[in-house]
């Protein structure tokens, strides 16, 4: 194997399994960092991306972006990482560095081109970017973020994405003592988003449709676990909440929604669904002045504040773990929702 090549388990077409594969690491320079993949968390947005539920995939594709590995190798300009760290990359692996988001550490929201870790092309070399259902990764040191010693790998993984795409909004949206957050949907990121709103001394509800998960929401932290299907469970949380973090949202559903908000509520949107939204009542949206909002992952110095956060405040993922050569099993039992309640996979 050429030190230009790693080993990634590649799906080669739509509806192809994964299989082994030597690909071309992105070219080398003084910024890069190269590590070994101790594991990566397995995402629905890998599930969108191999299904080409968002748009097309350019195979063949390395799928992953909650990255955890040794680092190997870095370049001359690379001096807050060294070789031998533990660290993370998430979503987003380059950006324009010169707009006005860039310039205030909001990479995630380049104007030119905020670079995904997979199914993209650096701007300046063309290469393709390459997950981290891998046994290497290569990529630019500005993405790369320190994994807080406390945390095992399998632990840290899911933050990248997941976590700081719960942990961001929140924060933004100014969640804090006095709020009362109802989270839609208590799974991969409904769990992550329970644990924050506690953590930042916010009464917390979430809904979902799944009974036995009412011992899991309260050890989760959970004031109250509500069934959607259950009216006489939902209406005495009408026009209580200040926020609604939704991980899941039914398009059907939308006037229930926005009738358990406050006025002047906040709906945040983390569901990305594939069809567009749909049957949102416009005269109770302006008669109650709710705001509706969506985040997108987070920048790399938000990712390391979400970590650091979490590290903190006792925030952790429930994981389920499996060997990385079993990933196409893994992708089933995500697709089937079974993970209680993020799925990793490990080197």
Known sequence: ??????????????GAPLEPMQMKFCSWSDDMVQMDVICCGVC??????????????????????????????????VKRIKVGDRCGVGCQVASCGECEFCKKDMENLCEKHAVWSFNDRY??????????????????????????????????????????????????????????VAVLGLGGLGHF????????????????????????AKKLGCDEYVLMQKEEQIEPHYNSFTHILATKIVNKCWDTYLKMLKKNGVFILCDIPEEPLSGIPPLVLAGKQITIAASFIGSPSVIQECLDFASKHNVRTWVNTFPMEKINEV???????????????MN
């Open 1 to 14: 194997m050429s030190e230009d090549t790693f080993t990634g388990y590649a799906c080669a077409s739509k």
């Open 44 to 77: 629905g947005t890998d599930i969108h991306t191999l299904d080409e539920g968002w748009g097309p995939t350019e195979f063949p594709c390395v799928c992953g972006h909650e990255i955890v590995g040794k680092v190997t190798k870095v370049g001359n300009n």
């Open 123 to 180: 701007d300046d070399t063309k290469d393709k970017t390459y997950g981290g259902f891998a046994k290497k990764w290569r990529g630019h040191q500005n993405f790369v973020v320190k994994i807080p010693d406390e945390f095992s790998s399998e632990v840290a993984a899911s933050f990248l994405c997941g976590g700081v795409t719960t942990y961001a909004p929140l924060k933004r949206f100014n969640v804090g003592p006095g709020s009362k």
């Open 193 to 216: 988003g329970v644990q924050w709103v506690k953590a930042m001394g916010a009464e917390v509800v979430a809904f979902d449709v799944i009974p036995d998960k009412v011992n899991d």
């Open 331 to 345: 992708i089933k039992f995500v697709r089937e929702a079974k993970p209680r309640y993020r799925a990793v996979v």
